[in-house]
């Protein structure tokens, strides 16, 4: 657990405010090449990131106005309490015919639901209003008109800051979901929401 300096100056966009690492994370993490990617907590926040080099050894951490409002940063340099471990993103090798042997005595739907890597940003609509009403603002999910429910998979900017790790997040999640549907006999559908489009400002989807 170390103390960086969190500095106030901004990228180009304006959104992005820059924690400068001191030290040479390549060296530090023994990643010679490829890109650093590092998890851990600031000011006791979660977070996942990739390190940016500036070359000759120096790294730097990126930070969204989201992180920037939730670990109390206006504007002014600060110091932050930063923890930081490396995270291998590299292909795991492994004996195909090794793996071909391990038998597994439990069912998808009995696996599905006691695997954990929990996340809890589920939304389930069960009102009839709200799912008539976004079956109407999009031809696409029409069958929410009739359906029993609607299940929205959300993500969480703060904890995961890997926009790619997001997604993959949500999409994985989704397709567990669809899994355990049609494990029970009943049909399911995968309806994609589109980021600032008419359907997602609709408020069934809130605010964020």
């Given at each position: 657990?170390?103390?960086y300096?969190?500095?106030?100056?901004?990228?180009?966009?304006?959104?992005?405010?820059?924690?400068?690492?001191?030290?040479n994370?390549k060296?530090?993490f023994?990643?010679?090449?490829g890109?650093?990617?590092?998890?851990g907590?600031?000011?006791g926040?979660?977070?996942?990131?990739?390190?940016?080099?500036?070359?000759?050894g120096?790294?730097?951490?990126v930070?969204d106005?989201?992180?920037?409002?939730?670990?109390?940063?206006?504007?002014q340099?600060?110091t932050?309490n930063?923890?930081?471990?490396?995270?291998d993103?590299?292909?795991?090798?492994g004996?195909?015919?090794?793996?071909a042997?391990?038998k597994?005595?439990?069912?998808v739907?009995?696996?599905?639901?006691?695997?954990?890597?929990?996340?809890?940003?589920?939304?389930?609509i069960?009102d009839?209003?709200?799912?008539?009403?976004?079956?109407?603002?999009?031809?696409?999910?029409?069958?929410?008109?009739?359906?029993?429910?609607a299940?929205i998979?959300c993500?969480?900017?703060?904890r995961?800051?890997?926009e790619?790790?997001?997604?993959a997040?949500c999409?994985a999640?989704?397709?567990?979901?669809l899994?355990c549907?049609?494990?029970l006999?009943?049909?399911?559908?995968?309806?994609?929401?589109?980021?600032?489009s008419d359907?997602?400002?609709?408020?069934?989807?809130g605010?964020?």
């Open positions: 657990m170390s103390d300096t969190w500095r106030s100056k901004k990228d180009g966009s304006g959104r992005l405010t820059i924690v400068e690492i001191p030290f994370a060296e530090v023994h990643k010679p090449k890109s650093v990617y590092v998890s907590t600031i000011n926040i979660e977070y996942r990131s990739k390190l940016l080099s500036r070359g000759s120096k790294f730097v951490m930070s106005k989201a992180m920037q409002k939730s670990i109390g940063f206006d504007g340099e600060m932050a930063i923890t930081m471990a490396s995270e993103l590299e292909a795991v090798t004996e195909p015919d090794k793996i042997d391990v597994c005595g439990l069912d739907l009995t696996a599905i639901k006691t695997r954990q890597s929990i996340r809890n940003h589920f939304i389930v069960r009839r209003c709200v799912l008539s009403m976004l079956a109407q603002q999009n031809s696409n999910a029409a069958m929410l008109e009739f359906s029993a429910g299940i998979v993500g969480d900017k703060n995961e800051g890997i790619e790790f997001l997604y997040d999409a999640a989704a397709q567990n979901i899994l549907i049609h494990g006999g009943l049909g399911g559908v995968w309806c994609g929401v589109v980021p600032n359907w997602r400002k609709l408020p069934a989807f605010s964020k």
